[in-house]
């Protein structure tokens, strides 16, 4: 069954996450596919992730399809303007991807090439418009294509940033513009999030798109505290992180959280699934699926 008849029947997602490496070695992702196959429904695979220069998206992606993975190919509106966007995800859908996840991206001074342009032609709204219209057989320039594409839409939602209801705002922008599912930042703050899962439900926009909430295992108290001081956005209840210094087993302990905010997650009314983020530890996922008791069975 493939990502979108699980959205679409209203069964619970379980979706992954890769990175790709900053090299041309295409068996990275090989290697790395094996950890989700049979265990996830989808994987994504990250776009030039943290303004880091990486195999291409699209090609980990039909890398991914050889492999009997499916595939959420991310794409990011820092690196291209709107010829180039149109451009790939024409290239993607001849290549058989079939699901794309839209972002603005992360500014190129967190990267190692904080010189870079950016192009920012069109946000993370107007690209999800951009591939609606597609969807629709038409190109921004009004051609009508002779074959349109069929993509299963994707966006991100940040439940943590403030303020608080213009994140609200922005998301229900994102689904008026057509984003069939929506992945959240990771889950640390469980309070704070089933808040934001209210007025989710109170807006009614649970109804209109699957919200997928991000789980991320970390191995180690600093990984915990980089995300807190560095990545904006995030918000980590302090609990986990006495947790994870008082820990005798930092990787143990990593998985038993996760595994308990998932279980927490799945109580949460109009959550639809999901979002694994193992950075770097991707052979961890099995182990948490099925202690999770995670299914991806039809």
């Known amino acids: 069954m493939t990502l979108r008849e699980k959205i679409d029947s209203n069964q619970f997602v379980v979706c992954g996450e890769i990175g790709p490496p900053q090299s041309c070695d295409g068996d990275v992702i090989r290697a790395k596919s094996k950890y989700f196959k049979g265990f996830v429904d989808a994987v994504n695979i990250t776009d ?12 980990s992606a039909r890398i991914l399809l050889d492999e009997g993975v499916e595939p959420i190919m991310q794409m990011t509106c820092r690196d291209r303007n709107r010829l180039a966007i149109q451009s790939d995800l024409l290239g993607a859908a001849a290549l058989g991807i079939r699901n794309v996840l839209c972002l603005t991206g992360d500014h190129q001074k967190f990267g190692d090439n904080p010189e870079a342009k950016g192009v920012f032609d069109l946000d993370s709204v107007q690209l999800i418009a951009t591939v609606s219209s597609m969807n629709r057989g038409f190109l921004l ?30 998301l229900h922008k994102k689904i008026e513009a057509g984003a069939h599912f929506i992945q959240t930042q990771p889950v640390f703050d469980l309070e704070l999030f089933a808040r934001w899962m209210e007025r989710v439900v109170e807006m009614g926009l649970h109804d209109k798109t699957a919200i997928l909430a991000g789980v991320l295992p970390t191995k180690s108290v600093k990984a915990l505290l980089w995300m807190k001081e560095e990545v904006p956005g995030v918000k980590i209840n302090e609990k986990y992180i006495e947790r994870m210094k008082l820990a005798r087993d930092p990787e143990e302990e990593g998985v038993k959280m996760a595994v308990e905010i998932i279980q927490a997650l799945k109580t949460i009314k109009g959550i639809r699934g999901i979002h694994l983020m193992p950075a770097l530890w991707e052979s961890i996922t099995p182990t948490i699926v099925r202690e999770a008791g995670l299914s991806t069975k039809n």
Do not use: D, Y
């Open 141 to 170: 320039s009004g051609h009508e294509m002779k074959k349109a594409p069929a993509f299963l839409i994707g966006a991100a939602a940040n439940p943590f940033a403030v303020p608080f209801e213009m994140r609200l705002i922005r």
């Open 48 to 59: 030039n992730q943290t303004a880091i220069a990486r195999l291409s998206s699209i090609a």
